[in-house]
Each structure stands twice: as structure tokens, then as C-alpha cells.
């Protein structure tokens, strides 16, 4: 349907006025609810009431254009029609990006893409409102194919993004509300990313666990954690030649990092190259500082 619950409204309106964002794109506009209260609350308030005099730009991304009636063309400065999967990579930025009831309607894979997509594209925050869990299914409605609900969705989906969590309670089941800001804690959104791709490989999905992953270790290359369970996530997936790179270039600019050169060196060996693996140990064994039991470690390689 092209309206929503209103149980979130109050909520997520407090946020939208509090950041008085100067561009909002409306994921799935639908009826046009972000439209009309954004409009009426960050231009309208301002006392700029007639549309000559607006300044807040609020455009509307929706899949089906029979929804669109001439009240959404009047309270939107543009609205685009087509697929977010398709448009996701190539809209602007803006300062705020509202996804209401839309992730829901793809596939899983698509949806964690997509949300990733609208993450870099927000300038200052993303807002994402989805029914959370079992209970809400959906079937095509109005002629429209993209009413199924194609996927189910929980408050850990969204560790990779450091967010402000609500959650409400409707007869369907859990409804929630997640505010990400961009100003958020790199070593909050490191360790969020890091718990999401564990939770990715415990399901059996590496593809979406090494993206997680490989965020974490753009965002922070010298984090030990990451690059070891980057590491081991890698191995999993039988991506050993992966897994030898990253250590190599690992110690290359963490000479200190000691673990890694035992964890090289092993690989190596069970990579049939035991003179490349020699040959870390003995790098390792030639520095300084070495703890006992890696010594030990190294020189078993070693000899």
C-alpha cells in the first residue's frame, strides 16, 4: 500500500526536525506522508508558505507511478520513478534519506545492498522504518508487484550502521525504526560491521560477511581483530591466495604485528610452500620483543 503505520510518526519526525536537514530524498513516497510533514515542518513552520518561497528540497524515489496523484507532485520538489536497486548507485547525496516500508520488499541480498548504497549517499543521516520478524506477510496489491514482501528483517541487520533503535509493538508483530547518523564512532561502526559479518558467516553467507568485513577493514586497516577474522573468513571461503595477501600487506605496515607472520607462515606451509613460510618464521625470530610461545611457534616453522 502506499501509506504506512502511523505508530513511528511522532518519533521519527522529532529527529527530522532536530537535524533540519536542506535535502531529504523519500525512498517508496508512496501517499507522500514524508513529503507533506517535512515540507509543512522545516519550510512551512519557517513561515515560508508558499512554494516560491521554499528551501528545503525534498525529492521522492517511488517504484509504482500509479501512486503518484498531483498532491506528491506538489509537495515534492522532484520524484523520480523507477527501481532503488537500479537508482540506489546513482542519486545525488543528501543531508537525510527515509526508506519507509521499502527494504521489505526485496530479496535479502538486494536489501542489505541497497541500504549499504543509501548509507554512503546520506550526507548526515539514514532513517529506515521496516516491520521486523515473522507476521507481516504481504501480497501484491493494487496492481502493484512491488507490495510482496520478499524478505524479513531484525534489529541485528542493522549493527553495521551505529543507529538509534525504536521499536513498536502492532498486532502484525515488531515494527522498528532506525536513525543512523552519519557522525557516528568509527570504532562503533568497525565493531558493528565486524558483528555483522560474523552473523553472516554463522548463517553460511561468506559473499555478505567479506563485504562486511572488508568495510570494516577500509574503514580501520590496522585493526588486529579485523584483519585476523578478515583472515579467517577468507580461509573459509577457500580464498587462501586472499588470505596470503592481506597478511603480507599486513606486516608490511605492522612490522609489530607479530601474530601475523605465525599466521602467514602456517598458511604458506599448508599451501605447499614451506620455504615461504620458513622464511617468515625466520622473520619473525630475527625481531625483538617476540612473546615465548610465538617464538615457539615460529622456530617449529622454522626448523
Aim: proline share 5%; charged share 25%; net charge negative.
Amino acid at each position: 500500500m502506499p501509506v504506512s503505520t502511523s505508530v513511528h510518526i511522532t518519533h521519527c519526525l522529532r529527529y527530522i526536525i532536530t537535524l533540519r536537514p536542506r535535502s531529504i530524498l523519500d525512498i517508496g513516497c508512496g501517499f507522500g506522508m514524508w513529503g507533506f510533514l517535512s515540507r509543512m515542518y522545516l519550510d512551512v513552520a519557517e513561515e515560508r508558505v508558499q512554494p516560491s518561497d521554499w528551501k528545503l528540497r525534498i525529492d521522492g524515489l517511488e517504484l509504482f507511478e500509479p501512486y503518484i496523484l498531483s498532491h506528491q507532485r506538489s509537495l515534492y520538489s522532484n520524484i523520480i520513478i523507477g527501481d532503488v536497486r537500479e537508482l540506489a548507485p546513482k542519486v545525488d547525496q543528501y543531508d537525510l534519506i527515509i526508506a519507509g516500508d521499502v527494504i521489505e520488499h526485496l530479496d535479502k541480498d538486494d536489501g542489505e545492498e541497497v541500504i549499504a548504497q543509501l548509507y554512503d549517499k546520506a550526507k548526515r543521516a539514514l532513517f529506515v522504518n521496516i516491520p521486523l520478524g515473522d507476521g507481516w506477510d504481504h501480497p501484491e496489491r493494487h496492481g502493484n508487484p512491488g507490495e510482496l514482501h520478499r524478505s524479513q528483517w531484525y534489529v541485528e541487520d542493522f549493527l553495521p550502521y551505529p543507529n538509534v533503535t525504536e521499536t513498536f509493538t502492532l498486532p502484525n508483530g515488531a515494527y522498528g525504526s532506525f536513525f543512523c547518523p552519519k557522525a557516528c564512532d568509527l570504532g562503533d561502526r568497525v565493531q558493528g560491521l565486524l558483528m555483522a559479518s560474523d552473523r553472516r558467516r554463522q548463517e553460511g553467507r561468506l559473499d555478505r560477511a567479506l563485504k562486511y568485513a572488508w568495510q570494516a577493514h577500509a574503514i580501520d586497516p590496522a585493526n588486529q581483530d579485523v584483519i585476523l577474522f578478515l583472515t579467517d573468513t577468507l580461509l573459509g571461503n577457500r580464498d587462501m591466495n586472499a588470505a596470503i595477501d592481506l597478511l603480507q600487506k599486513t606486516i608490511e605496515h605492522q612490522p609489530e604485528f607479530h601474530y601475523a607472520y605465525v599466521a602467514l607462515a602456517r598458511i604458506l606451509k599448508a599451501n605447499q610452500q614451506p620455504e615461504e613460510a620458513k622464511q617468515f618464521a625466520q622473520l619473525l625470530l630475527a625481531q625483538s620483543n617476540v612473546s615465548a610461545d610465538l617464538r615457539s611457534q615460529a622456530e617449529s616453522i622454522a626448523g
